[in-house]
């Protein structure tokens, strides 16, 4: 009886850590997302690794960021026509669920920039900025190494194909969240800042870079 007691314990106790490791601190269970991502795969990936450089990849990028946008699309605060159609019957948790699913993806692989003479320019602006163009570091919330942060919403870069990072930072310009959104004007007031050359730099530096700074 006893023996039968301690295995109906040790079964509910393996169950329930289960579960714990498979819901992410915000909320979303990637196993779940696994299977809602069949559809989004022809372009980001099964694995998130996008098909071609013009879509975004979406692997590691964070639960937070990921949730964010689709909710973006879906109200047309973020405005492109796939992803409106993409996300318009996904609810909040569907949201979780498929970001939990791809920030446990290891992310997208650097790849060598194509124009490897802006490198430096690149790399200034994004550790140091330009205090004379009123440029802050980009580094200050992406990280020295491109990660993000995802409890403040700031994505992850590193690795990103500039193909997407000129068209994202282009559209950034324009600001298109809703006044009051909690993020509303900090990239579009950064990104105003920036020339179309800057904004190559960025996207050449970031393409590549998969390691912290060794300094
Ligand atoms: C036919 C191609 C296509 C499919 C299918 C698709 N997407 Fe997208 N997705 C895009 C494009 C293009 C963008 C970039 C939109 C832009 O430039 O604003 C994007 C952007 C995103 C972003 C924002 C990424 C970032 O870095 O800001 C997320 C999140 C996303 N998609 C999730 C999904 C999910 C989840 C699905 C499936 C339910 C899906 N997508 C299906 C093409 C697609
Ligand atoms: C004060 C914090 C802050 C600074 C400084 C900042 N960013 Fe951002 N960045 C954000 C936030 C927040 C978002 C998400 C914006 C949104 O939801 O529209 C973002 C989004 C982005 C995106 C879109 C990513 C994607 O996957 O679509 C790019 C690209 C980007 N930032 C590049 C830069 C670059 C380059 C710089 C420096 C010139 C910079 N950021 C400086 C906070 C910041």
């Not at 509910?12 to 490791?21: E, I, K, N, Q």
């Not at 975004?56 to 949730?67: F, R």
């Not at 200034?124 to 200050?140: E, F, N, V």
Request: hydrophobic share 40%; with cysteine; aromatic share 6%.
């Amino acid at each position: 009886m006893a023996v039968r007691l301690i295995a109906v314990f040790v079964l509910w106790a393996s169950a329930s850590l289960v579960t714990a490791a498979t819901v992410s601190p915000w909320g979303g269970r990637p196993d779940v997302g696994k299977t809602r991502v069949a559809v989004c795969s022809a372009c980001h990936g099964l694995d998130g690794q996008a098909t071609t450089p013009i879509y975004p990849s979406l692997a590691g990028q964070h639960e937070t960021y990921i949730v964010d946008q689709l909710k973006n699309f879906k109200l047309g605060h973020r405005v492109n026509p796939i992803m409106l159609a993409m996300s318009q019957t996904l609810s909040d948790q569907d949201m979780h669920d498929i970001g939990a699913y791809y920030a446990a993806q290891p992310p997208h692989a650097a790849a060598a920039s194509p124009l490897p003479s802006d490198l430096a320019a690149g790399a200034q602006l994004y550790r140091g900025g330009d205090r004379s163009r009123r440029i802050p570091a980009c580094a200050a919330c992406h990280g020295p190494d491109g990660r993000g942060n995802p409890a403040s919403g700031f994505p992850l870069l590193q690795g990103q194909s500039a193909v997407y990072l000129v068209a994202r930072l282009s559209a950034l310009q324009q600001a298109r969240l809703p006044p009051g959104h909690p993020r509303a004007d900090i990239m579009p007031t950064v990104a105003r800042q920036l020339t179309a050359a800057d904004i190559q730099a960025l996207a050449d530096y970031l393409q590549q870079l998969d390691e912290p700074p060794s300094h």
